[in-house]
């Protein structure tokens, strides 16, 4: 029997003659498109594990691993009954904090700016307030990228090293005066952005909204007082910290508390970011998630360096308790930054790469849409 009828026998489909055809090939201009949009999709997972997710990770995992040590050095130093001892090694720690604190900020800022945390909406119109606020957000943004390496370097000239050298002092003393310029537009915005939406709330409680509609309303509101309140606090900090970073015979007192008022100033900072990043979803009704989580992430490792600033100040002196009250506040923090960066991966996206989010259906001013692009609506 020939081998093509008994494979047609041993199958149950009767003779060779009766089989059906096989199918045809794919065209070959097919194979190989589908093969380049495969191609294409794994660059852009590849270009976002390099860019975003992979340095997020990194400075994520890097931080953790430092606060498991930092947690036993503590335990070590509790134990420890020489009180000398006890304070030379919080100061030492407080050094190390700053130094970790040096590489893993700029791997957050290098994911930031490769990343959706940086990317307009540009489904409203030019003269809508929710164009005018994501470009505020994108300035700040800009702003405490080049405010890091100034500041981190002369904290730890003036707290490790205990000596500054006049170029760290020149790019200190512009770097003030720069940012109170820079700055004084976000700050005029924010009270504009806050008279504009208090309106809001009262319409909204002389009218019978739902449930959702007023937490989203009120939402709005409190965010835009809270990035009020942070940027005024920045401005004044900024403000007060000329009497002593512009001392021309200043002593190290006053080179650390120059360098003390600056981080908190970058905190503050950050944290307006991450509020007007909560404002621009209950508010315009865009969603900025990936901004929000990033910068709160930077705004807890710029509070760290505040804190370890703290820490060093009072670990040099006598009081060994409030040091370790410190420590344990930068370690908190700490913790709390590395667990936002984590959480970053899956909120943000490539720069570029993203198409549009769904929108708030409940948001307090929905912005004037741009007649040339359509609007996704989230749904409820």
């Not at 794994?42 to 992979?54: H, R, S």
């Not at 709005?220 to 900090?237: F, I, N, P, R, V």
């Not at 849409?369 to 609506?377: A, I, L, S």
Request: proline share 3%.
């Amino acid at each position: 029997m020939k081998l093509t009828s008994l494979l047609a026998t041993l199958l149950g489909v009767g003779s060779a003659s009766n089989l059906p055809p096989a199918p045809p090939p794919l065209p070959l201009k097919l194979s190989k498109q589908a093969f380049a949009t495969d191609e294409m999709d794994f660059e852009k997972k590849q270009k976002f594990e390099d860019l975003v997710a992979g340095p997020l990770h990194s400075a994520s995992d890097l931080v953790s691993d430092k606060v498991d040590t930092y947690l036993q050095r503590i335990a070590d130093v509790v134990t420890e009954k020489d009180a000398a001892t006890s304070s030379k090694e919080m100061l030492e720690m407080a050094t190390d904090i700053r130094k970790l604190l040096d590489k893993v900020v700029p791997k957050l800022l290098w994911a930031r700016d490769n990343s959706s945390a940086v990317e307009r909406d540009n489904r409203p119109s030019n003269a809508s307030q929710a164009t005018i606020a994501q470009d505020v957000l994108l300035k700040l943004e800009t702003y405490s990228s080049w405010a890091w390496p100034v500041i981190i370097g002369y904290a730890r000239d003036a707290y490790d090293e205990k000596t500054l050298t006049d170029d760290i002092k020149a790019r200190m003393q512009r770097g003030t005066d720069g940012s109170l310029s820079y700055l004084s537009s976000v700050l005029l915005y924010a009270w504009q952005a806050a008279k504009f939406q208090f309106p809001v709330v009262e319409g909204m409680m002389a009218r019978k909204d739902s449930n959702g509609e007023i937490l989203v309303k009120a939402g709005c509101a409190a965010s835009y007082a809270q990035l009020l309140g942070d940027m005024t606090q920045m401005y004044s900090d900024l403000s007060d910290s000329k009497l002593e970073c512009f001392l021309k015979d200043g002593n190290l007192t006053d080179w650390q508390k120059c360098a003390a008022d600056a981080a908190h100033s970058l905190y503050k900072v950050n944290m307006a970011i991450a509020e007007a990043s909560n404002a621009m979803w209950q508010c315009f009704g865009i969603y900025w998630g990936c901004s929000q989580l990033v910068n709160q992430a930077y705004a807890d490792l710029a509070k760290a360096l505040g804190a370890s600033l703290d820490m060093s100040k009072t670990c040099s002196g006598e009081d060994a308790e409030l040091c370790k009250s410190y420590a344990f506040k930068v370690l908190g923090t700490l913790s709390q930054g590395a667990g936002l960066m984590e959480s970053a991966t899956d909120d943000c996206s490539l720069k570029g790469a993203s198409g549009n989010s769904a929108l708030n259906p409940w948001a307090a001013t929905p912005f004037e849409q741009r007649k040339d692009v359509e609007t996704t609506q989230a749904k409820v």
